[in-house]
DNA sequence: TGCAGTGTTGCTTC
DNA sequence: CGAAGCAACACTGC
């Protein structure tokens, strides 16, 4: 398998909260570690980070789009943003002189610990380590009070209750463009990147070059159904797994064998028999069945 | 060996 | 105003 790489979308993220819920929720934070400074955005050095989050206790653990919200005791809550390759990891580390190395055998010692930029000690010795290989992830600390307008610009909920069909075709009109770019734009559906558009696309059975002003209201419906059942599987399924994604415990995501069409150029479709074909869509790659999805 | 490809977001440019 | 392009960064595959 070439180019493994873990690239958290909505059912990836979804894993790591739950599962954070179940290991961290009223754990205090008691100390900081990082040898990164840039990853943390907010507030500026890293000193003034350590010292606004030492002794706070994590409360509440939640998702929107593709970022975790850590609230914490006191009014204040932390942001982060995996981006492309940021991981989560449960453990404990020993660090010293400035870098840290694992104390336990197991998944801890695969390769994502290699890229650990940041960890949090926890009140039960335990530890929350934040693995990004690129180093692209943010995490930010603010005011409980300041949130919502943080969180303002993302779009629907996908798998909320008030996310029904009307809702989510009057936000895909009032965009133009190709559908594929249109659902993985933040502002309009939250949470869905490359893999769950191409995975949607092919189950809806919709091209993703197609113009959202050219859909039916039939094909609104399908995209619709295939983006509450695709996302809901791989939720279900704990996420993908063709990258090196593992969930805090270390354990495969189960998504794997349910992907049909992402990254598998040349493989034959599921469903027809033809070729899976390969296209750009502004800089990146998009995976369809020509013959299932067509313009 | 060097360079295109990998994906998310935000900023710059036109 | 919107889109397109690029940078942030590191590694893999050809």
Not at 113 to 127: A, P, R, S
Request: overall charge positive; hydrophobic content about 35%; proline content about 3%.
């Amino acid at each position: 398998m070439r180019n493994k790489r873990f690239m958290p979308e909505l059912p990836e993220v979804e894993t790591t909260v739950r599962d954070l819920r179940k290991i961290i929720l009223g754990r205090k934070i008691e100390d900081v570690w990082s040898d990164f400074k840039k990853m943390i955005k907010r507030p500026k050095t890293l000193g003034q980070f350590k010292k606004e989050i030492i002794g706070r206790k994590i409360q509440k653990i939640w998702r929107r789009g593709k970022n975790i919200i850590f609230e914490l005791s006191q009014g204040k809550a932390l942001l982060l943003h995996q981006k492309l390759t940021g991981h989560l990891l449960y453990g404990t580390w020993d660090i010293k002189h400035g870098t840290w190395k694992p104390k336990e055998k197991g998944p801890l010692e695969e390769k994502i610990n290699t890229y650990i930029h940041l960890l949090f000690v926890l009140d039960n010795g335990k530890m929350l380590a934040l693995s990004d290989l690129r180093k692209f992830a943010k995490v930010e600390l603010w005011d409980k009070k300041e949130l919502g307008e943080e969180l303002k610009d993302l779009g629907l909920e996908p798998l909320e209750k008030s996310f029904i069909f009307q809702k989510f075709k009057g936000c895909l009109k009032e965009k133009r463009g190709k559908v594929k770019q249109v659902l993985m734009d933040q502002t309009v559906i939250a949470g869905i990147g490359n893999i769950y558009s191409d995975e949607i696309l092919f189950e809806a059975k919709i091209h993703p070059f197609k113009e959202i002003e050219k859909l039916s209201d039939k094909e609104f419906k399908r995209i619709y159904q295939a983006t509450r059942k695709i996302l809901s599987k791989a939720v279900e399924a704990k996420g993908e797994s063709i990258s090196d994604y593992r969930t805090l415990s270390g354990e495969k995501g189960g998504f794997d064998p349910l992907r049909k069409v992402y990254r598998r150029e040349g493989e034959k479709c599921s469903r027809c028999d033809t070729n899976i074909k390969r296209i750009k869509l502004a800089g990146r790659s998009a995976y369809f069945c020509p013959k299932c999805q067509q313009l």
